[in-house]
């Protein structure tokens, strides 16, 4: 299927150990789940301007 690519701003990082929670605005906010070795290789931080790029499938909405 397609992959979605949007430009985003990083607003939260939350380290849960073996992955990261990783939150960027579009808006709205997109939540990712990024392993620990690709969060430190992406060098990754808050209000750092990044693109998601991902399939319609890969995505799971969670009510919050």
């Known amino acids: 299927s397609t992959a979605n690519c949007f430009a985003a701003t990083i607003t939260r990082i939350v380290n849960n150990g073996s992955f990261y929670n990783v939150t960027a605005s579009l808006p709205p906010e ?3 789940m ?3 070795s690709d969060f430190l290789k992406m060098n990754l931080h808050t209000g750092q301007q990044v693109h998601l ?3 319609p499938s890969s995505v ?4 919050g």
């Open 30 to 32: 997109l939540t990712c």
């Open 34 to 36: 990024v392993t620990r």
């Open 53 to 55: 790029t991902f399939v």
């Open 60 to 63: 799971h909405l969670f009510k």
